[in-house]
């Protein structure tokens, strides 16, 4: 099984950038799809941003397209969302996820373990 803990969330102004870590443990990091997912108050528990085991194919929101960046360093065991032109819709709960799988999924249920969470709130 993988632990996943998050962090790098924040306050900050519109336009600004954030770069959130996911820190995991455990033997099957590196089989494992990352996807980050976010949630606002109220509302349902979205997809971001997915990335392969070998880090080498993405998938992004259209929302989010042209302004996040999903990486990996599986020798760290380290998933990251680089966001930049953050907007106050982008304001939510950030969550990493994994699944042991070869394939990307938009589907929080496809996913199999989660972080905590990480708060990001951006002002306008």
């Known amino acids: 099984q993988v632990q996943l803990v998050e962090s790098g969330g924040g306050l900050v102004q519109a336009g600004g950038s954030l770069r959130l870590s996911c820190a995991a443990s455990?033997?099957?990091?590196?089989?494992?799809?990352m996807g980050w997912f976010h949630q606002a108050p109220g509302k349902e528990r979205e997809f971001v941003a997915a990335?392969?085991?070998?880090?080498?194919?993405?998938d992004y929101a259209d929302s989010v397209k042209g302004r996040f960046t999903i990486s990996r360093d599986n020798a760290k065991n380290m998933v990251y969302l680089q966001m930049n032109i953050l907007k106050p819709e982008d304001t939510a709960t950030y969550y990493c996820?994994?699944?042991?799988?070869?394939?990307?999924?938009?589907?929080?249920?496809?996913?199999?373990?989660w972080g905590q969470g990480t708060q990001v709130t951006v002002s306008s």
């Open positions: 996820a994994g699944r042991t799988s070869l394939l990307l999924s938009r589907v929080p249920v496809d996913y199999g373990y």
């Open positions: 455990g033997r099957t990091f590196s089989s494992s799809v």
């Open positions: 990335i392969s085991r070998s880090g080498l194919s993405t």
